[in-house]
């Protein structure tokens, strides 16, 4: 039935978002055909937006860029995103990386400015990855969201000096990739403008080492900061590093902290009030969200804005 979707030719941009997504279209390759006919229509593609979810199995993005053929290139592609519940094979990505296709697509295509992963929790590639690599494969990286093993890699290699926006994807962000090799040793991060952790559990220690590494090296040019999940142990260092970003501009926090910024056992603040001390340190804030659950492409809903006449 989804086949009638793809009937279209010359695209520039495609997206396509599939939230219950039939378990024949994961796992049986005869089903990107469809997809594969629409890809090879379109040559000029530039943004290729994937997101497909299922409750129980991830889908391969290797298996469909390996139906378009290895000599498949798309000459404007600047943005792939592969997102949702997603395996490439990560194993297979790292250890045999010419025969892997999604590896050999992405290789061909090193314009991608804007690149973004899924994660699931059992695809997780828990070795050592030279930063070398990831400059070399992305060498025109300006954006980045995926999981951690990822962003580790990425933020030690030459890309930090030209990356503008890192998000960490992980649903449960734990010390699985030793990132206690990348805390404090990120010199700078020049062109960072926006940071964000999307993790709904996060090991204690990790997000205020995290964090701070990232603060440290991009304080000066970061506007905005997405925070999904802060334990109450780890509030006031969470809140004291996000104060140190002078130029902020929006945050996104989960609404407990409405309750932790609370002093003296009062009753949780509003986010009026929450904003209004927030922009002491921080006096270019202009909007607070708080984290959702994904809807219509959105992780977050605005709860504040500062009005003009404010």
């Not at 939230?19 to 005869?30: G, R, V």
């Not at 378009?68 to 949702?84: E, H, I, K, M, T």
Request: with cysteine; glycine share 4%; hydrophobic share 40%.
């Amino acid at each position: 039935q989804y086949e009638t979707l793809f009937k279209f030719s010359s695209l520039t941009y495609f997206s396509l978002s599939i939230w219950d997504t039939p378990f024949s279209l994961l796992s049986d390759e005869d089903e990107f055909g469809p997809l594969t006919s629409l890809f090879t229509r379109c040559p000029q593609l530039s943004s290729i937006i994937l997101e497909l979810n299922h409750h129980e199995f991830p889908y391969s993005p290797s298996a469909l860029v390996a139906t378009l053929g290895d000599q498949c290139v798309f000459p404007s592609l600047r943005r792939f995103y592969a997102q949702g519940c997603v395996d490439p094979d990560w194993s297979e990505f790292f250890v045999n990386p010419n025969s892997h296709p999604l590896r050999q697509f992405l290789k061909r295509h090193p314009g991608i400015e804007d690149l973004a992963f899924g994660y699931a929790p059992e695809t997780a590639y828990c070795y050592d990855i030279d930063p070398t690599e990831m400059a070399q494969l992305f060498p025109s990286l300006k954006s980045f969201e995926g999981p951690v093993f990822l962003f580790k890699p990425i933020v030690l290699s030459a890309l930090s000096e030209q990356i503008e926006k890192l998000t960490i994807v992980d649903d449960r962000l734990l010390d699985e990739v030793s990132l206690t090799k990348m805390y404090d040793l990120i010199p700078r991060l020049p062109r960072l403008r926006t940071f964000g952790i999307w993790s709904d559990a996060v090991d204690e220690g990790i997000l205020v080492n995290i964090l701070r590494t990232i603060v440290n090296a991009a304080a000066g040019q970061l506007e905005e900061i997405e925070i999904h999940d802060i334990d109450s142990g780890s509030y006031g260092e969470v809140m004291e590093l996000i104060a140190q970003v002078r130029g902020l501009r929006s945050v996104t926090l989960d609404e407990s902290v409405l309750g932790m910024a609370a002093k003296n056992d009062a009753e949780k603040l509003e986010w009026n009030s929450f904003a209004a001390n927030l922009r002491r340190t921080c006096p270019r804030l202009r909007t607070i969200y708080r984290p959702i659950r994904k809807f219509d492409n959105e992780n977050r809903e605005k709860v504040w804005e500062l009005l003009d006449d404010a």
